[in-house]
């Protein structure tokens, strides 16, 4: 059974930086193109950016040059760093691999941006 587990979200002045990490149990993050999803509120979750198993990584242009996705397969583990945080960047974010069908979600990570 796959598990993924988000951590590291919380309250961020604009400009501000976070870490978000995800475990994952019941599967190797290496072997899937695996993704960060954001869902604010009254919007559609979008994939924000995606590491492939090669560690090839693209991300969406709103985040461009200020999120970085990566992963620590010794821990099993994908991580989103962002910087210059903004309050456009204020939503619940997910892990999961890239392409349907994904995984059932996990409980998220709320990041919201605020002075």
């Known amino acids: 059974q796959v598990q993924l587990v988000e951590s590291g979200g919380g309250l961020v002045q604009p400009g501000g930086s976070l870490r978000l990490s995800c475990a994952a149990s019941?599967?190797?993050?290496?072997?899937?193109?695996m993704a960060w999803y954001r869902q604010a509120p009254g919007k559609q979750r979008e994939l924000v950016a995606r590491?492939?198993?090669?560690?090839?990584?693209n991300s969406i242009e709103s985040v461009k040059g200020r999120f970085t996705i990566s992963r620590d397969n010794a821990k099993n583990t994908v991580y989103l760093q962002m910087n210059s945080l903004k309050p456009e960047d204020t939503a619940v974010y997910y892990c999961?691999?890239?392409?349907?069908?994904?995984?059932?979600w996990g409980q998220g990570a709320q990041v919201t941006v605020s002075s």
């Open positions: 019941g599967i190797i993050v290496n072997t899937y193109s």
């Open positions: 999961n691999k890239q392409w349907e069908p994904v995984w059932s």
């Open positions: 590491i492939t198993p090669g560690g090839v990584t």
